[in-house]
């Protein structure tokens, strides 16, 4: 079995930064794509960002030039850099992790509020 495991969410104030990790671990072989998704009370979840094995990253236009979504192979860890926070931000974090062998497996969600 493999799984996933967030840490790094809180309380911040509109206009700061927050680090979010997700360390995979278990009977790993591979890992393709990697990424968050959030959800807000009242919302669907939402693609915030990915990031293929290979380094390719794809982001929601809401997060554009505020996010930046990285990762370690070696580490088995994806990130999600946030900066200049807004109040819609406010959500739930799951990461996921698309395993060779076991399919997309989700973190246990992390959560983020901004706020004053």
Known sequence: ????????????????????????????????????????PGNERELAASITREGMTNYADSVKGRFTVSRDNAKNTVYLQMNSLKPEDTAVYYCYANFYGFGVRWGQGTQVTVSS
């Open 1 to 40: 079995q493999v799984q996933l495991v967030e840490s790094g969410g809180g309380l911040v104030q509109p206009g700061g930064s927050l680090r979010l990790s997700c360390a995979a671990s278990g009977n790993i072989f591979r890992i393709d794509t990697m990424g968050w998704y959030r959800q807000a």
